[in-house]
């Protein structure tokens, strides 16, 4: 996958299509050390993966006090380690609470869409693991396209279900 580095790229979790397999944590704890994204069992018995969401107006960013947190050419927030300070005014921002504290470095740490991987230009290995096509990875206007596509598909087969049923 060439990625045009003006282009906005976007990650996003079909959570409808998700078979909680956790295939893409394994994936990213291999490739890092440790997972940035966990899947979680809820309490209705669903796996759902959580992560990142690399926000566009990143709350994290706004809140880091030296910069650390920043956002790359691509859209990725990541945490630039020679400048944290380990004082996880991320974390608290973070509605989601992902950055974490990095006992060994004592620095944020969060997914960063696997930077070394996009430079070389390929997707995350969460995306470009998982077994259901869940995880969406690409140019912000594709994904978007792909999502709405889903979507209407999902809800044609809810209709037609219903309809089939006679209910």
């Known amino acids: 996958m060439t990625q045009d580095p003006a282009v906005k790229y976007l990650r996003t979790i079909d959570l409808g299509r998700c078979i909680g397999c ?7 704890e291999f ?15 669903l796996d759902i993966p ?7 107006k990143a709350p994290c960013v706004a809140a880091c006090p030296t910069g650390a947190m920043t956002i790359d050419n691509r859209g990725a927030v990541y945490v630039e380690q020679s400048k944290c300070i380990g004082c996880l005014a991320c974390l608290y921002a973070c509605p989601f609470g992902i950055p974490e504290l990095d006992r060994a470095t ?7 869409l696997c930077m070394d ?3 070389e230009g390929l997707e995350p290995a969460c995306s470009a693991i998982c077994p259901a096509n869940a995880i969406l990875y690409g ?4 994904v978007f396209q792909l999502a709405k596509k889903r979507t209407a598909e999902s809800m044609a ?5 219903f309809e089939f049923r006679g209910v």
């Open 31 to 45: 490739v890092h050390g440790a997972p940035f994204i966990v899947v979680h069992r809820t309490s209705v018995g």
């Open 50 to 56: 959580i992560s990142c969401m690399h926000c566009a």
């Open 106 to 112: 004592r620095t944020a740490v969060k997914c960063h």
């Open 139 to 142: 140019e912000d206007a594709l």
């Open 157 to 161: 087969k809810a209709r037609f279900e």
């Open 117 to 119: 991987l996009r430079r």
């Open 22 to 28: 956790g295939a893409c944590e394994a994936a990213c």
